[in-house]
């Protein structure tokens, strides 16, 4: 509908992110970078295009090009924790940890209570060492009752590392909160194929309504590998 639609509005602002938006959630990239590029084109000032591009790039493993695309954000006085959160994670693409810790920092001075923010700022920790601390602040937005994607990444991690009695407590608690979800029973399964086996290399997809629990707006899935669909932690 959205492709039809765009046929005869081909520089409707509004169909060109929904367009992003539905290309990205079906993976399709190459076709979501167009759409989107050309929506910042069409309204280079507006935050939502460019943010969404800054996403697909990242998908694609294209942080310098996420970051050049972010950079009238960053450099606006204006600046939101999102952009910021974006920033960060395309810094540690490229390994620049010390700027994207302080990207990352900067994103939680801003909204310090903000469950999506708290929860990259966390994996960026995790993934630069700082595993005990990143742990401890995992599990504390697991435990919140609504940390549904701190949830599944401290569950990943918990893998990943090979604790397996801390990912099942972790799977109980998402259990309680998503009562009628297959979810937790794949978990359960990944933790039970994950036992014996010599390397753990799992990875848990997060799109954006498990993230932020709202559409149409298509945030980072967490940063995985980093930056790519899914959260992977060898």
């Given at each position: 509908i959205t492709r039809r639609m765009l046929a005869t509005s081909p520089g409707d602002l509004r169909l060109l992110i929904l367009g992003g938006q539905a290309a990205l959630k079906l993976n399709a990239n190459e076709q979501g970078e167009v759409l989107l590029?050309?929506?910042v084109k069409v309204a280079p000032r507006a935050v939502a295009p460019r943010q969404l591009l800054a996403e697909?790039?990242?998908?694609?493993?294209?942080?310098?090009?996420?970051?050049?695309t972010l950079q009238p954000l960053l450099a606006s006085k204006a600046i939101d924790a999102m952009t910021l959160t974006?920033?960060?994670?395309?810094?540690?693409?490229?390994g620049d940890t010390a700027a994207a810790n302080a990207s990352f920092n900067r994103a939680l001075a801003l909204k310090p209570t903000d469950k999506r923010v708290r929860t990259v700022n966390a994996?960026?920790?995790?993934?630069?060492?700082?595993?005990?601390?990143?742990l401890d602040e995992l599990e504390s937005l697991a435990q919140a009752g609504d940390g549904e994607a701190a949830a599944l990444?401290?569950?990943?991690?918990?893998?990943?590392?090979?604790e397996f009695k801390q990912a099942a407590a972790a799977i109980d608690s998402l259990a309680a909160a998503m009562p009628d979800q297959a979810l937790p029973h794949e978990l359960r399964g990944r933790v039970a194929l994950a036992k014996g086996q010599p390397a753990v290399r799992l990875s848990t997809a997060f799109d954006s309504v498990k993230l932020y629990g709202e559409d149409p707006h298509i945030r980072p899935d967490i940063y995985g590998k980093v930056g790519n669909s899914g959260v992977s932690i060898s």
């Open positions: 590029a050309r929506a697909a790039y990242m998908r694609s493993g294209r942080a310098e090009s996420a970051l050049s974006l920033a960060g994670r395309a810094q540690l693409m490229i994996l960026a920790r995790l993934a630069s060492g700082q595993s005990q601390s990143a990444a401290l569950v990943s991690a918990r893998i990943a590392r090979k």
